[in-house]
C-alpha cells in the first residue's frame, strides 16, 4: 500500500517569515494529496489538496507543489502568523482507492 | 456546513468491558471513517464503510468491528475493551463521487481504558 513520510517533525519559524513541509510518498499511482491542519484540542480540517496533473496551487498565504518525478509534494506557507501554529498532516490515494494515506504529521510553532 | 458529531468527547472504561463510540453526520455522505490518532504515529485507518451496511478493514482493525445501519450513523465497537486501545478516535465523512478525498472530522472521542 501507499506510504507517505513528513519531513521534518517539528519546524519552528518566527512571525511573518515562511515555514516548508515536505512530504514523501512511495506509490507512482497516486493521484491525489491533501494537507490537514488540526490545531490544538480541535479536529483536522482540509486547507488546500492538489491533484497530480498539477505542478502547484495557491490559496491566499498557502501553497501546495508537487513532483512528481521524485514523489514528493510540499506545503509551503509564507508571512507565518500565530495561528499557523498547528499540527499538519499530509496524505496520499490513488485512483480507484477509497482512502487516504495520512503522513505522522508536522508540529509548526510560530514563535511571536 | 457539514457536521460530524461524535457521541462522547471523553469516556474512561473498564479493561474487557464492550465500548461503542457513535458517529453521526448531517450531509447525507457515502463515505465514513474511523481513525485512531495517536502521538507520533498519526492518523490511521481502522475500518471505513462506503455505504449502509458495507464495511472495510483499514490499516489497523484488529480488535474493532463496525457497524452501518443507517446511512447517517457509523460505530465503532471494541468486542473487549484493552489498555493498548486508550486513544483518541476521530470520525470522518466524505461525499460520495470524491473516494474518499475532502474528508470532514468529527471533534474525536478520547478513550481510556484502565
Known amino acids: 500500500g501507499e506510504n507517505v513520510e513528513q519531513h521534518p517533525s517539528t519546524l519552528s519559524v518566527q512571525e511573518g517569515d515562511s515555514a516548508v513541509i515536505k512530504c514523501t510518498y512511495s506509490?507512482?499511482?497516486?493521484?491525489?494529496f491533501p494537507w490537514y491542519k488540526q490545531e490544538l484540542g480541535k479536529r483536522p480540517q482540509l486547507i488546500i489538496d492538489?491533484?497530480?496533473?498539477?505542478g502547484e496551487k495557491k490559496d491566499q498565504r498557502i501553497a501546495v507543489t508537487l513532483n512528481k518525478t521524485a514523489k514528493h509534494f510540499s506545503l509551503h506557507i509564507t508571512e507565518t502568523q500565530p495561528e499557523d501554529s498547528a499540527v499538519y498532516f499530509c496524505?496520499?490515494?490513488?485512483?480507484?482507492?477509497?482512502?487516504?494515506?495520512f503522513g505522522k504529521g508536522n508540529q509548526v510553532v510560530v514563535i511571536p | 456546513d457539514v457536521k460530524v458529531t461524535q457521541s462522547s468527547r471523553y469516556l474512561v472504561k473498564r479493561t474487557g468491558e464492550k465500548v461503542f463510540l457513535e458517529c453521526v453526520q448531517d450531509?447525507?455522505?457515502?463515505?465514513m471513517f474511523w481513525y485512531r490518532q495517536d502521538p507520533g504515529l498519526g492518523l490511521r485507518l481502522i475500518y471505513f464503510?462506503?455505504?449502509?451496511?458495507?464495511?472495510e478493514k483499514g490499516d489497523i482493525p484488529e480488535g474493532y468491528s463496525v457497524s452501518r445501519e443507517k446511512k447517517e450513523r457509523f460505530s465503532l465497537i471494541l468486542e473487549s475493551a484493552s489498555t493498548n486501545q486508550t486513544s483518541m478516535y476521530l470520525c470522518?465523512?466524505?461525499?460520495?463521487?470524491?473516494?474518499?478525498?475532502?474528508?470532514?472530522f468529527g471533534s474525536g472521542t478520547q478513550l481510556s481504558v484502565l
Open positions: 492538489i491533484r497530480s496533473n498539477v
Open positions: 470522518a465523512s466524505s461525499p460520495y463521487g470524491t473516494g474518499g478525498e475532502k474528508l470532514f
Open positions: 496524505a496520499a490515494k490513488y485512483y480507484g482507492n477509497n482512502r487516504l494515506a
Open positions: 464503510s462506503y455505504d449502509v451496511k458495507m464495511k
Open positions: 506509490d507512482s499511482a497516486s493521484n491525489y
Open positions: 450531509m447525507d455522505h457515502e463515505n
